[in-house]
């Protein structure tokens, strides 16, 4: 199948899989017809990447028109709201996962060095626990917390810059969430990420390289989880889970039509 001539915004919600999609698009597309492209937007500070650079807002604002022609495939974790932002038309594509699961993925990622980590300001790794990442301001506030939802329920007014934005989120943000959710063309679940990607590959014309994982928690990295914490984690994305579970039933119900 040929890809389609539209562009495609990838809304990449954090250990949701996204890196290994990213695989499967280097495969289809030239690497210059793929946002964010590396000999263009990535930006190193003294050796380290700026990893907010590209995945910033306002620096979208700034691509020329000639660029935007050349991009076939938007990704980054940018929130939803970057479509009606641009003013330009796309379809869309984003992948959620058990928020309960997706944070405990994050946090052994945190426990791992990171590009980044010398401008987030966090203490070294070695000496804390998953539960002491959990609780790093720098960590729980702009990537945990009903994290999902606030990605497809940040508004122009809000003047998001990145996706670590902060914003309170409540029923009126969940609601809002949903009916963007809603809009989006392909939904896929990271626990049924194989069906995932046929849909994309369906939709879309992507070829799919069978076991291209990446970006995957180390075997020696899993380590037991606290059921304490799980609970707690629970309990703090309330929201969030109300709206995967939203989520699930899109998908299904798509998959049923």
């Avoid at 049924?192 to 291209?212: P, S």
């Avoid at 579970?245 to 049923?256: D, I």
Wanted: net charge negative; glycine share 4%; no cysteine.
């Amino acid at each position: 199948m040929t890809p389609t001539k539209s562009p495609v915004l990838f809304i990449h919600l954090m250990k949701t899989g996204g890196t290994t999609l990213m695989r499967n698009l280097r495969e289809t597309f030239a690497l210059d017809e793929i946002y964010p492209y590396r000999d263009l937007d990535i930006r190193y500070d003294d050796g380290h990447l700026d990893i907010q650079h590209h995945l910033s807002v306002p620096y979208l604002l700034t691509l020329s028109d000639e660029r935007w022609a050349h991009i076939r495939v938007l990704t980054g974790h940018f929130p939803y709201v970057v479509h009606e932002i641009l003013g330009r038309d796309f379809l869309t594509v984003t992948i959620l996962r058990d928020p309960v699961e997706r944070t405990i993925s994050l946090l052994r990622q945190f426990k791992r060095n990171q590009p980044w980590e010398h401008a987030s300001g966090l203490r070294p790794r070695a000496a804390r626990t998953l539960a002491a990442v959990y609780e790093e301001p720098l960590v729980f506030g702009p990537l945990i917390q009903n994290h999902q939802t606030k990605i497809f329920s940040m508004t122009a007014a809000d003047n998001p810059q990145t996706y670590m934005d902060m914003i309170e989120i409540d029923q009126s943000r969940l609601h809002l969430a949903k009916t963007n959710l809603a809009q989006i063309d392909v939904v896929g679940e990271m626990e049924n990420f194989q069906e995932f990607l046929r849909e994309t590959q369906e939709r879309f014309g992507w070829r799919i390289v069978q076991g291209a994982r990446k970006n995957a928690t180390p075997d020696a990295d899993i380590e037991p989880v606290d059921p304490g914490l799980r609970r707690r984690i629970a309990a703090d994305n309330a929201i969030d889970i109300e709206f995967y579970e939203y989520a699930k039933e899109l998908v299904a119900s798509r998959r049923r039509g």
